[in-house]
Every structure is written in structure tokens, then in C-alpha cells.
């Protein structure tokens, strides 16, 4: 059994309608690995990004749907990094 902790920043793309928005996410994800292939149920990860500038500069953006927005392409975007390295089957 092993622990590995990665860093990554993820460009982000997102289509506001009247804008296209990249926002960079910083992210540390950690997992267990046995025998070559990620642990189910192992994987955390902390996200970090400019959500005060997005308040100010989109205040009537809905945060809420938007935070989870980023939180479901930062899992694909780590899925995929983990695939591309092994730890997970190719779906």
C-alpha cells in the first residue's frame, strides 16, 4: 500500500453565454494505491481558486451552481490524469 499526493493546476473553461471564463484551480488530490491500482474510496482533494474576484466580478452568477460546476470538471479532469498514469482502468 502507497500514498501518493499530486499538485496540479487545471485550466478551467467556462461559456457564461456572453463570455468565455478560464479560471486556473489548484489542486492537491491524495489516494492509496495497492498493487498498482487506485484504492476505491481513497481519493481527497482540496480545490483553490479566486472565488472573491468571481463574486466581484460576476454578482449575479449563482456561486452555489457554479462551485459545483468546477468541482465535477476538476473530478474528470483527476480522473482522467489517473488514467493516463495507470492507476485506473480506461473506461
Same mark, same amino acid.
Given at each position: &500500500?502507497?500514498? &501518493?499526493?499530486?499538485? =496540479? ?37 482540496? &480545490? ?7 463574486? =466581484? =466580478? ?9 462551485? =459545483? ?23
Amino acid at each position: &500500500m502507497i500514498w &501518493m499526493a499530486e499538485k =496540479r493546476v487545471f485550466q478551467l473553461i467556462f461559456d457564461l453565454g456572453f463570455e468565455s471564463l478560464e479560471i486556473p484551480v489548484r489542486v492537491k488530490f491524495e489516494f492509496e494505491v495497492k498493487e498498482g491500482n487506485l484504492v476505491p474510496d481513497s481519493l481527497t482533494k482540496t &480545490m483553490l481558486y479566486n472565488k472573491q474576484l468571481l463574486k =466581484r =466580478r460576476y454578482p449575479n452568477l449563482d456561486h452555489a451552481g457554479f462551485q =459545483r460546476s468546477i468541482e465535477s470538471k476538476v473530478d474528470n479532469e483527476i480522473q482522467k490524469h489517473l488514467q493516463e498514469h495507470g492507476f485506473i482502468a480506461r473506461v
